[in-house]
């Protein structure tokens, strides 16, 4: 069974950074996509960066010329660098996969942004 294992989260000040990790058991080229998620309480689950297996990526607007997704292909390991963090960032992130038609997901992550 396929595994996405997400850490790197914390607590961290306002206008910090963290780097999340998303690291697969298999390799990182078996999903079509894979994308970052965040939840906050009472709030929707919203998209936050994706890449693609030819890589190509995608950021959501609260995100962009903030964060950065990277990948290491040796380690099957996908790295969403978040920086000048906020409040609002605080949440759970998810790390999900695309794998044919199946979406993997990972058990969660949280990132406390403090003010």
């Known amino acids: 069974q396929v595994r996405l294992v997400e850490s790197g989260g914390g607590l961290v000040q306002v206008g910090g950074s963290l780097r999340l990790s998303c690291t697969a058991s298999?390799?990182?080229?078996?999903?079509?996509?894979v994308g970052w998620y965040r939840q906050a309480p009472g709030k929707e689950r919203e998209l936050v960066a994706s890449i693609t297996a030819g890589g190509a990526t995608d950021y959501g607007n609260s995100v962009k010329d903030r964060f950065t997704l990277s990948r290491d292909i040796a380690k099957n390991t996908v790295y969403l660098q978040m920086s000048s963090l906020k409040p609002e960032d605080t949440a759970v992130y998810y790390c999900?996969?695309?794998?044919?038609?199946?979406?993997?997901r990972g058990q969660g992550t949280q990132v406390t942004v403090s003010s």
């Open positions: 999900d996969g695309a794998l044919g038609a199946v979406v993997v």
């Open positions: 298999s390799s990182i080229f078996s999903f079509k996509k």
